[in-house]
């Protein structure tokens, strides 16, 4: 490895965090939907001029380890210029699913190309069939507006036909023409940073020092992963089903060690299907890199030289590397939950003492609009719910929290009632809910919404028919219910599903807990 100065490393691994910290900041501050403001459904990165990520804040993993390909697809796509500013949101071309805009900006210096600043952020609606653009889909057409990489700013000035194209499409276009404009905020900060850190320390430097941390993340996971025994196990769960069909749907990991790199296979996984369930490459990738992350117990940043030793293996039309134009909404959000779940499986049985049990494994997904009268307009929203962390070795797992691949927050009550028609009735943990163990998984949370105008929602949830599971002789959690209460009658809801629900409806979400971990003494 090149020679470095350790001080300076720190130095400058704090520096380029500091500033996709300080984009992140912004994002949220200027913002106009409860969805980024409150929940921080957003990340932010810097890029080399490859496309590859060096540093990132800490926000939503699932965006963080898909986005390099973004940037990747932008830089085949077009021809960067002073001033500019990309947009995409195709699954297909890097990015998670449609919801999820990134914004791309490069830094110029002396008018060659040195660096890109991006960002993603979760729209509350894109358009498509339901509000909030997280439909029962069975082709990504009906998901919403279907962004591949183009310019929203040329040399500066922005491209209004485009912008006006984009909020034609959408239920919600002030919030959404808000939040865009907040991400172009967030990247004009990041440009500005990165700017006054190459005029204080020079271009060469910089470059080096990105090339350095990506060489020191790899060089830490590698000594990582030769700690592991050598070998290979299996693991094997399931997401419940594609809200189209009622069947299992199998997830499949086998990881083998050899020295000091791992090879991820994921062949005998189920075929893509016909509901939204399908993840791309991308969101395959980021789990993977966000699994391995995990075993390094040492502070690294987080950036593109942690894949080097990974070896992925996703067939082409699997449920782990769907083919166009496969719906994939939910693969985002719920596929990326159980891949982490195989692969913490698996690696249990390389390394017990080091993995906890499966967490809630759901990102237990709420989507809901119409139109509010009193207000004169209609609403789209957007949010997840946390559940029960696993147990651990040496801990319980903790409760009501996100985890994995979403590290975003459960939306304040207040936030809700005070943008949009409705009453959160109640919101507690769900006790009893966490899997028994010498250490107990976390408790779920119980979320009740009752509705004041006629609404349309959308549910994408998981773990309501296989539960997380114990490891080391621990107990599962509980698995999710999803429940319908109207005119005092209780009507069980399936995983995934679409209803109209009227003045006065409860809907009642419980979400699972974490499993346990260890055998009770």
């Known amino acids: 490895m090149v020679e470095f100065d350790p001080i300076e490393l720190e130095l400058f691994k704090n520096i380029f965090v500091s500033i996709s910290d300080e984009m992140g900041a912004v994002l949220e501050r200027t913002s106009l939907s409860p969805n980024i403001k409150e929940r ?78 991006g960002n993603r952020a979760h729209h509350s609606d894109v358009g498509g069939m339901t509000p909030g653009s997280m439909p029962l889909a069975t082709e990504i057409f009906q998901e919403g507006l279907i962004i591949p990489p183009i310019k929203l700013i040329r040399k500066g000035r922005m491209s209004s036909d485009l912008l006006e194209l984009i909020l034609a499409n959408v239920r919600t276009p002030e919030e959404r023409k808000g939040d865009l ?75 083998t060690i050899k020295n000091d790199e791992a090879l991820i296979d994921f062949s005998s996984s189920s075929s893509q299907v016909e509901g939204g369930v399908n993840a791309n490459y991308a969101v395959t990738y980021s789990a993977v890199l966000y699994v391995f992350r995990c075993l390094v117990e040492e502070d690294i940043p987080f950036n593109t030289g942690l894949m080097r030793p990974l070896k992925i293996n996703a067939p082409r039309g699997s449920i782990l590397n769907a083919l166009y134009p496969a719906a994939t909404a939910g693969g985002n959000v719920e596929t990326s939950q159980r891949i982490v779940d195989v692969l913490f499986g698996a690696l249990s049985q390389f390394i017990p003492q080091k993995i906890a049990a499966a967490s809630s494994g759901t990102m237990n997904n709420v989507t809901f609009g119409g139109y509010d009268p009193s207000r004169e307009r209609s609403f789209a929203y957007y949010e997840t719910i946390g559940g029960g962390m696993g147990g651990s070795s040496d801990f319980p797992g903790l409760s009501g929290v996100h985890t994995h691949m979403t590290n975003s927050l459960n939306t304040p009550l207040e936030a809700l009632e005070n943008y949009l028609p409705l009453r959160i009735k109640r919101y507690c943990l769900r006790r009893g809910s966490g899997g028994g163990g010498k250490n107990k998984g976390g408790e779920g949370i119980i979320r009740e919404y009752e509705f004041h105008v ?22 599962s959690g509980k698995k999710g219910k999803n429940i319908l209460i109207s005119k005092g009658k209780k009507t069980p809801l399936s995983s995934k599903v679409n209803i109209k629900v009227m003045p006065g409806d409860v809907l009642r979400i419980e979400t699972p807990g974490g499993g346990g971990y260890g055998r009770k003494e």
């Open 40 to 117: 921080k459904d957003f990340s932010c990165a810097l890029f080399n001029q490859k496309g590859e990520t060096f540093a990132q804040g800490s926000h939503i993993p699932v965006h963080l380890g898909a986005m390099p390909l973004s940037v990747q697809a932008a830089l085949k796509a077009l021809h960067f210029e002073e001033g500019d500013l990309a947009i995409l949101n195709d699954p297909y071309r890097g990015g998670t699913h449609l919801p999820d805009i990134t914004c791309i900006s490069p830094v110029f210096v002396d008018r060659k190309l040195a660096f890109f600043v």
């Open 181 to 255: 404009l907040a991400q172009i905020a967030a990247n004009e900060k990041g440009k500005q940073r990165l700017k006054e850190i190459i005029k204080k320390y020079g271009l060469n430097k910089l470059l080096r020092y990105t090339r350095l941390i990506q060489r020191y993340s790899e060089k830490i996971l590698r000594e990582t992963i030769k700690h592991i025994p050598d070998g290979t196990f299996t693991f094997t769960d399931y997401l419940d089903d594609d809200g189209i069909k009622d069947n299992p749907i199998k997830i499949t990991v086998e990881i």
């Open 454 to 475: 006629p609404t349309q929602v959308t549910i994408i949830s998981e773990r309501r028919k296989f539960a997380p599971y114990g490891i080391q002789g621990g107990k």
